[in-house]
Every structure is written in C-alpha cells, then in structure tokens.
C-alpha cells in the first residue's frame, strides 16, 4: 500500500532545469521599469545594457580587462559564436559527457569538419581531464545539465596554454566557481542559475581570445550574426551594450532584476551557498534511501544545479516508463513541474537546485518523491 500523503507541500513546485525557477521575489511589476517601445540604442536601452553587462562582470568577479557581450539565441547562440569564429586555427581536443557537450562535438566535427581529438564518457561519469593537452583548444561544458557532473575544479587546466579553453557554463555561472584566468572564452544564458528569461546568451572573451579573433581568419564563411570582428578588429561596441540584433528590453529588466536579487542573498557566495544547500538536502535523501541515487558516480562531480538521479530498485522492469509515471505523479499533485530527466538521458528525474529555488521547498518536495515512489511501486505490484 503506498505511504500516506505528506502534509507539507513546496510553496513553490517549480524545480525545472530551465527555464529555471524565477528569484523568490519575483513578481511582474517589478519589471514596470522596462524600456518597453524605445529602441535599445537610445541612452536608455545602452544604460540598461550596459548595467547587465557590468552587473555580472561585478557579481561573477569577471577580470576587468575580459569582454563581455550580450548576444542572440541563449547558451547555444554564444557558444555557437565561438565555435565558428575561433576554431580551426589549431586541433581541438572536444571533451563531451552529456548531451549538450555532445551537440558541440557535432557541430565542431560534423559542420566546421575541423581536426578534433574527442573524448567523451558516459552518464554519470567525466573524461579523464588528466590526459588534455592544452596545445589544443579545449570545448568543454563545465557543468553537464542533463547528467548532473561537473568538473570538480579548474586545477586540470593548463596555466601555460597555448591553446584556447572554450567554456559552456550555462548551469554552472552564478552557482559554481569559475577560475576566470583558466577560461578564455565562456557561455551562459538567462534563463538558468538566475532563473532570467530566455533567448539572450552571454559570451565572456579573455585577452587571448580577443588576440585570436583579431589574428586568425576561420576558412568558412560567417553569418552576420557570428561576426565578432570588422576589419580585423573586435567590433568593441558588442561588448559594451550595443548588440548585434535587437534584445528584448523586458528580458533585460528582468535580468538586472536578478542581478540585485543576487547581491541581496550575498552576491556569488549567496548563490553558491543556496545551491549547495538544495543540494545537499536531496544528497542527504539519496543516502537515507535505497531505491534512489545520485546519476553522478563521483562524489566529487556531482553538481549542485542540475542534480540527475536514478531509480536503484530491482522491481523497476521499464525504467523509463516508472521515472515518467513518478515525474507524473508530482506533476499532477503540483508538488514538483518539470522534473523527468532529460530526454537524452538515462531514465531518472532531474531536480532543479540553483539559488533561485529555496531549500524549505525541495525539503518540503521529498518526501512527496517518497510517496509517489511508493504508489508506483504499489502499482507495479498489483498489475503483476
């Protein structure tokens, strides 16, 4: 017989790996500040631009002489801009261990047909970051959002590179540290550990990747929107607010709002300290409980954003299919949204823990998760 329904439900039942969890404060009117029907070049939109930019430079401790622009399509627009205008100068060494990561290897190795050494590993596992030979530019994600392994820290990384390191860390900026003189080039977008609205991603450029793009001509052709330089030199005014398509303003207020909601929990070790909490709260029900485990089989690489678990019980024959009917389950109860793993993955749920989210509701969600285990596993009984 499945166990009682617990008393205590989340506040907030939204635990989705992005679009992720908006800043507990959130409502609508705080964006009523918006530069809503006035063009992004009048001072107004530039000033606003310009305080995003500078607002993440304050709060991530980006180095002031790194670049960093806003630019079209999220993580993937900023990555893909990368790619297309960095690679090819050198071999790529294409580090992959998740889905996303694999994208990059496709798109590196399929569509720029560059000379790529790939090392990938499987769910829950990491490549053996020992053997990179950082002569090569490196692509790498820092944080795997649909397996839940990160990278442990940026000791493997080479400080006398000659390569360019080429960082995705859409889920890992804002929750982890990032060692900003061994990243050359890094990614993120909105809509994950700030919980920020999608489409705009951001795109972090070190001295040596400016020195790159201004030296290195790639042999294919560049759309406009990828076009990083102009005559040789980087087109500056995309760095300081002046964007290579139109943003949304509302999508800016609603950053920037996230940006003073992040100094107001303590600026980066806030945020850090939020998800490590969330976190821990569902390693700890992991380890109280046999049926469930962490994705990530290193303690060390588990990520305390996107924290991937698996169902471990042996009367689980359609691993899939149980994994989807839990996730249901929650869904329907409006106890946790958006949770089933990624689609790509190994079958087990996958729960939002970045800063946006608070502990009391991922402590109030599991024992629901308990529950509809549970009831599942009683449903697999009867139906034998």
């Known amino acids: 017989m499945a166990t009682q329904q617990p008393a205590t439900r989340p506040a907030n039942p939204r635990f989705s790996s992005g679009p992720c969890a908006k800043p507990p404060t959130f409502t609508l009117d705080k964006l009523a500040d918006a530069a809503l029907g006035r063009s992004h070049r009048a001072a107004i939109g530039k ?33 893909e801009m990368a ?57 790498f994600t820092w944080n795997g959002t649909t397996s839940g392994v990160r990278v442990p820290n940026g000791d493997w990384i080479a400080a006398d590179r000659t390569g360019l390191t080429i960082c995705d860390a859409t889920s890992a900026a804002f929750a982890m540290d990032l060692p900003w003189e061994k990243l050359d080039v890094t990614t993120f977008s909105w809509q994950k550990v700030l919980g920020g609205e999608a489409a705009h991603g951001m795109l972090i450029l070190s001295p040596r990747a400016v020195e790159r793009l201004e030296s290195y001509t790639p042999a294919w052709p560049l759309p406009k929107i990828f076009r990083l330089t102009k005559g040789g030199k980087l087109i500056d005014g995309i760095f300081t607010g002046a964007t290579i398509n139109t943003p949304s303003m509302l999508a800016v207020e609603d950053y920037l709002f996230a940006l003073d909601w992040a100094r107001s929990v303590g600026g980066l070790k806030g945020l850090q300290a939020r998800a490590d909490a969330n976190a821990q709260a569902v390693f700890d029900f992991c380890d109280a409980n046999d049926w469930i485990a962490n994705l990530a089989e290193d303690d060390a690489t588990r990520s305390n954003t996107s924290v991937c678990l698996k169902f471990t ?8 299919a149980f994994a989807k009917a839990v996730a249901k389950r929650l869904e329907t109860e409006n106890i946790a949204l958006d949770i089933g793993a990624y689609r ?31 009831a599942e596993i009683a449903a697999l009984t009867q139906a034998a």
């Open 47 to 79: 000033d606003k631009l310009k305080a995003a930019i500078e607002g993440t430079r304050e709060i991530l401790g980006i180095p002031a002489d790194y670049k960093i622009g806003i630019v079209p399509a999220s993580d993937t627009g900023a990555v």
């Open 83 to 139: 790619l297309w205008s960095l690679l090819g100068e050198r071999k790529v060494e294409m580090l992959a261990w998740e889905s996303f990561g694999a994208g990059w290897v496709t798109d590196v190795v399929k569509q720029l047909k560059i000379d790529a050494e790939v090392k990938t590993a499987d769910y829950g596992q990491i490549v053996d970051l020992a053997s990179v030979d950082f002569n090569n530019d490196v692509v």
């Open 313 to 320: 019980d042996d009367r689980i024959t359609d691993g899939a």
């Open 344 to 374: 790509d993955a190994p079958a087990g749920l996958r729960i939002w823990c970045g800063g946006t989210v608070e502990t009391s509701d991922i402590a109030a969600m599991l024992p629901w998760l308990a529950w509809a285990f549970e």
